[in-house]
């Protein structure tokens, strides 16, 4: 059974860092490619970066500059190293494994960064 472990999260202050982490465990077969999502409180759930199984990454325009997405395949895990923080960053933090039959999702963390 697969399962995605996200783990990271907290509160900080606007312009502090947070690195956020997730654990894939189970057989996944055909990554396309792993992604952090961002729901913030009323607002949709809104893709903020990815990275391929070939490596290539994504960012939402909002993050560009400050956050950075990264996989360590051997652990089967992807990380969200989230720089310059600002109040609008703030939500629940989604890690997702996409495959060509199924899309996998964990459980969230949350971000909340105040001014």
């Known amino acids: 059974q697969v399962q995605l472990v996200e783990s990271g999260g907290g509160l900080v202050q606007a312009g502090e860092s947070l690195r956020l982490s997730c654990a894939v465990s189970?057989?996944?077969?055909?990554?396309?490619?792993m992604a952090w999502y961002r729901q913030a409180p009323g607002k949709q759930r809104d893709l903020v970066a990815s990275?391929?199984?070939?490596?290539?990454?994504n960012y939402a325009d909002s993050v560009k500059g400050r956050f950075t997405i990264s996989r360590e395949n051997a652990k089967n895990t992807v990380d969200l190293q989230m720089n310059s923080l600002k109040p609008e960053d703030t939500g629940v933090y989604y890690c997702?494994?996409?495959?060509?039959?199924?899309?996998?999702w964990g459980q969230g963390t949350q971000v909340t960064v105040s001014s």
């Open positions: 990275i391929t199984s070939g490596g290539r990454t």
């Open positions: 189970g057989s996944i077969f055909g990554i396309i490619f």
């Open positions: 997702t494994v996409r495959t060509n039959r199924n899309a996998y």
